[in-house]
Antibody
Framework: EVQLVESGGGLVKPGGSLRLSCAASGFTFSSYSMNWVRQAPGKGLEWVSSISSSSSYIYYADSVKGRFTISRDNAKNSLYLQMNSLRAEDTAVYYC????????????????WGQGTTVTVSS | SYELTQPPSVSVSPGQTARITCSGDALPKQYAYWYQQKPGQAPVLVIYKDSERPSGIPERFSGSSSGTTVTLTISGVQAEDEADYYCQSADSSGKVFGGGTKLTVL
């Protein structure tokens, strides 16, 4: 079964840091680009970051550029999101999602999604 | 920044046809994707590359494109189709989502 399982969410103070993980199973992880997408409470979906299959291409939304870092470990079938300088507006459910392709093109759709992990930034 | 515009809500009766639009200047040059999200659940891809349907998605879901507008059509709407629907495309630096449309089945 193709599966993505996120972990690492929690409550953090403004200015703090958090590292999210996404464990992939049931498919050849190293063949796909991967993504992080978030959803603030009661709001719509917001793309956060993408990384190509070999980590050669990395993209960030303007709202997180310079604060968040996406990475992956193909040997461990895992995707990560290091989040620094967190703000209240980063409060959201963070989803890990598989890209439809392995290429460096960032505009593809996403066909497999995890159930999400909740990040709350509050003092 | 690039925006995709969706109507906030669409309402239809069971058995009718629902059409949800998504407008954006770059849509003639970029593919569009559609996701269904039910409360408390992760999004599900229902249409990719404007009009392709993933395996396992019912045939009543279809997509089309015309100029700067793409449309998700749900024929013979069922109660279980009540959900939020999001379009997604791309700009020069990454993915872009529309604001979402809440489909209500009356």
């Amino acid at each position: 079964e193709v599966q993505l399982v996120e972990s690492g969410g929690g409550l953090v103070k403004p200015g703090g840091s958090l590292r999210l993980s996404c464990a992939a199973s049931g498919f050849t992880f190293s063949s796909y680009s991967m993504n992080w997408v978030r959803q603030a409470p009661g709001k719509g979906l917001e793309w956060v970051s993408s990384i190509s299959s070999s980590s050669s291409y990395i993209y960030y939304a303007d709202s997180v550029k310079g604060r968040f870092t996406i990475s992956r470990d193909n040997a461990k079938n895992s995707l990560y999101l290091q989040m620094n300088s967190l703000r209240a507006e980063d409060t959201a459910v963070y989803y890990c999602a598989r890209d439809l392709a392995s290429s460096g093109y960032a505009g593809n759709g996403m066909d497999v999604w995890g159930q999400g992990t909740t990040v709350t930034v509050s003092s | 920044s690039y925006e995709l515009t969706q109507p906030p809500s669409v309402s239809v009766s069971p058995g009718q046809t629902a059409r949800i639009t998504c407008s954006g200047d770059a849509l003639p040059k970029q593919y569009a994707y559609w996701y269904q999200q039910k409360p408390g659940q992760a999004p599900v891809l229902v249409i990719y590359k404007d009009s392709e349907r993933p395996s396992g998605i019912p045939e009543r879901f279809s997509g089309s494109s015309s100029g700067t507008t793409v449309t998700l059509t749900i024929s013979g709407v069922q109660a279980e189709d009540e959900a939020d629907y999001y379009c997604q495309s791309a700009d020069s630096s990454g993915k872009v989502f529309g604001g979402g449309t809440k489909l209500t089945v009356l």
